[in-house]
């Protein structure tokens, strides 16, 4: 097991030696309540973590629909309505909120275009 010095330099390498992908940013905020706790109770001058940047999660992306799931979800309706609104959202990337909001001098007919 390796030792890290409660620097900023020694919890830096710490985190980066972790090999936990999008857990390191647990351990930073455990390390920053540890700190705190050592610096509220006279332990630790200053904070070391004043230097350092938390750790950044990834953002997962999402699996979207094949356009065989698209379409099987096209037929599967009865309005036409209902149809635009899955092809809006599945071709567009436009939110619900977005589509609801739509209104008529929205769409311009000559340019197939929407504001949105």
Known sequence: MRNYELTPDGISSFLANLKCGNAKHAYYRAIRAFINWLVRNDYL????????????????????????????????????RDKTIISLLADSGMRLSEIANIKASDIDWQSCTITI
């Open 45 to 80: 001058k200053e904070n070391p973590l004043k230097k350092i940047d938390p750790p950044k999660s990834s953002k997962p992306i999402l699996p979207s629909l094949t356009t065989e799931q698209v379409n099987y979800l096209i037929d599967r309706v009865d309005t036409l």
